[in-house]
């Protein structure tokens, strides 16, 4: 117990122009959990329907996840469907089935609550702190939203956002959230509510990271071949957590090292439907594409 | 006579959400020759009308670019007028005039002809390719284009780009360039026919730069104000051009501090409207902004 994340568990069906895909595995807690296996032990809460298959829990369970915190309950799992064109950087939502997720009310399990690494994927910002109530002392919170709840629930997304220490979201929704269009402005404006950390997450620009002190760039690995991009930022937040929890430190270092491996992580998800990629990599292949962002990235000093 | 520049010489009306400005000394040369004024000489080609004031003069004269090659002829200078919205990615042209600039017949003067590094600006793939029938030997070529080019002169730009060594176009460009939506997919596609390496840039979103056994990506540096985007992407193969012909090698390593030196000067220019910002650096702030962009993209290998 190590890493607990709280989200959405979700039947997908999703078509691009490279191809579809019918009630696959989907969910932000399953894209992170499954990204943030390579890295520490992770914890999930969710909730399923009675339709959820025995082969999506073995795609958990495979991955050493904990998913005694993954609750079925009468009904059907949530099902989101939704179609992107070629440039894939936006999805365009079809059909929204919230099923049982409708009344996801998350129960931390006991064992659950010492966890020192807590991410709260996007979920309802009353539930996100209700979360938080149930830890014990966790060393690190970092949390997601969409512009859903920006929209609908303002002022209790600011206080969510007053007791995070990272927040990690769309580079759109920081802009939304500070209500401000310029990007630096924006972040200082969510920074001065709490967090110490901002992320804004930029689909195929990769993602950008602020601090009182600092700021760090990081490109998306250019890739040849992206067939879906479902689930890339879930994937970016468990690689990045993942690392954290495992180096178990939260120095500037640290934290660029983890946004670089929470970047490969998305660039690998995004390489096939579903989770097809990301669940079948090797801790060589990770740690290769690490490598590549370097070269990708390095320019000499100035003599 | 180091770096030759070949290309517009306007002046430009421009509105932004900040303010605007009226009447102001712009064009590609003019923008690419004042950034590339930092680190070599450069001798510009281009064209103006009886209009041109003494005062635009004043400007490349202070920063002491060769204007011999500026032909002074009968009737109006080029004149752009545009507009941007609050994202500042996207010029909307209101009015384009070409006055003069309608029957540019760039002539290189003969002292010009030994220039070792030569950036042909964004004019008619037919013009770039006579400019270079008239130079000696350069030993590094470059060139820009833009969506007027690809859709009325296509056979024409390929047959440029056979002939040049790198290609510095936008991002969208190299998509329709190529016909390809992928972007890396695209950018090999670009070097098939005969350029050594391909910069995308990308606004906000920096550059990347592709060759056939390297990907570079570099950021654009996060600024609080952005007043003008005008003269961005050539502000950026100013200083990337400036730099090359100043240290006088076209290796790896000189190629991406260049594209870090372009970007610098990029992010200079958009602080004001018009040369504003752009005339009045100092080579303390050019090289405190390279650094700024070390710091930026930074982070640890794996130990």
């Not at 996801?104 to 807590?118: A, G, M």
């Not at 007053?162 to 580079?171: F, G, L």
Request: charged share 30%; proline share 3%.
């Amino acid at each position: 117990m190590n890493l607990l994340v709280v989200g959405s568990v979700a039947l997908d069906s999703v078509k691009t122009p490279f191809g579809s895909a019918d009630d696959v595995l989907g969910g932000s807690a399953t894209y992170f959990s499954v990204s943030a296996s390579y890295f520490t032990d992770v914890c999930m809460v969710g909730v399923v329907g009675e339709d959820f298959r025995e082969e999506y829990i073995d795609i958990l369970k495979e991955r050493n996840i904990d998913i005694d915190g993954i609750e079925k309950r009468k009904g059907r799992t949530f099902r989101w469907k939704g179609e992107y064109g070629y440039d894939l950087n936006e999805a365009h939502t079809l059909d929204t089935q919230l099923n049982v997720f409708a009344d996801f009310n998350p129960k931390i399990p006991e064992k659950y609550k010492e966890c020192r690494y807590v991410f709260l994927a996007n979920i309802d910002p009353d539930l996100q702190r209700e979360i938080l109530n149930q830890m014990k002392r966790p060393e690190l919170i970092a949390c997601d939203t969409m512009n859903f709840w920006i929209e609908r629930k303002y002022e209790s997304l600011k206080k969510t956002m007053e007791q995070v220490d990272i927040v990690i979201i769309n580079e759109g929704e920081v802009r939304e959230l500070a209500r401000e269009p310029n990007l630096v402005k924006a972040a200082q404006k969510i920074l001065s509510w709490g967090p110490k950390r901002l992320i804004a997450k930029r689909g195929e620009y990769g993602a950008i990271m602020f601090s009182d002190s600092a700021i760090f760039s990081a490109p998306a690995y250019p890739l040849e071949s992206v067939y879906d991009p479902t689930g890339a930022g879930d994937s970016f937040a468990g690689g990045f957590m993942g690392y954290i929890s495992n180096v178990n430190n939260i120095n500037e270092s640290t934290i660029r090292q983890a946004i670089i491996f929470g970047s490969t992580m998305a660039s690998f998800n995004v390489e096939d439907f579903s989770l097809n990629r990301l669940r079948n990599l090797s801790l060589r292949e990770i740690e290769d594409r690490f490598k590549e962002f370097k070269r990708l990235t390095h320019f000499d000093d100035l003599t």
